[in-house]
Every structure is written in structure tokens, then in C-alpha cells.
């Protein structure tokens, strides 16, 4: 069964550090490229982040630009994903999904990025409080 399942959410402090991972079961996920999405309640779903599957990433929303970096765990069929400085815009629902097809590299707008995803993971929530 082809899967993928976000976990690392939780309670982070103001000014602190998220750390998520995307866990994918039924097939290889380095042979993908996978995307990181995020949905405040009231607000549309955004992009953040997407590493392709030669690993060279590409980030969105400029509220995360110089704060996020995404890698891959090939040993544990997973892709990572650090967000420092968290503050209350932070918080919301953290999404991955794969980009498709298989070897698709990520695209450079978030727009097109919508367009190529595959599968989508059941989200894990971010709450950012002191």
C-alpha cells in the first residue's frame, strides 16, 4: 500500500525549532520528488518547501525562506523538514505529498507544484505557544 505519514508535530516554543518527517511505505521515496504543505484553519493551503529526487530543493512562501531546509533519510524512507524561528504563523496543519511522476524534478512555483502532486499524507499538527 502506498503511504505516507507525517510525524514530529506537536507543541513548539516561540523562536524555537519544528522538526518533521515524512515517512513513505509501498514504495521507494527517494526516487520522488516530495513536497511539504502547510494550512492554517481559515487560511488556503501553502507550500513550503520540495525536494526532487536528485535532491536539489526549491522553497515557496517567502515566510519561511532562509528559515527551512528539507532533506531526505534514504535509510529510513523519509524526507525532513527543519523550520527555526517558529513564531505563531507557524502553526497550523504540515502536510507531504509526492511529486509526480517518478523523477519529476520539483517545480519552481507553487502553483505548478499543485499540479504534479500524487499522494497526499493525513497531516500532523503544529501548535506554536510559550
Known amino acids: 500500500q502506498v503511504q505516507l505519514v507525517e510525524s514530529g508535530g506537536g507543541l513548539v516554543q516561540p523562536g524555537g525549532s519544528l522538526r518533521l518527517s515524512c515517512a513513505a511505505s509501498?514504495?521507494?521515496?527517494?526516487?520522488?520528488?516530495l513536497g511539504w504543505f502547510r494550512q492554517n484553519p481559515g487560511k488556503e493551503r501553502e507550500a513550503v518547501s520540495c525536494?526532487?529526487?536528485?535532491?536539489?530543493?526549491?522553497d515557496y512562501t517567502r515566510r519561511t525562506k532562509g528559515r527551512v531546509a528539507i532533506s531526505r533519510d534514504s535509510a529510513k524512507n523519509a524526507v525532513n523538514l527543519n523550520l527555526d524561528n517558529v513564531d505563531a504563523e507557524d502553526a497550523g496543519t504540515y502536510f507531504c505529498a509526492t511529486v509526480v511522476p517518478r523523477g519529476r524534478p520539483c517545480p519552481s512555483s507553487e502553483s505548478d507544484l499543485l499540479k504534479v502532486i500524487g499522494v497526499w499524507g493525513q497531516g500532523t499538527q503544529v501548535t506554536v505557544s510559550s
Open positions: 509501498g514504495f521507494r521515496l527517494g526516487d520522488y520528488g
Open positions: 525536494i526532487g529526487p536528485t535532491d536539489f530543493s526549491t
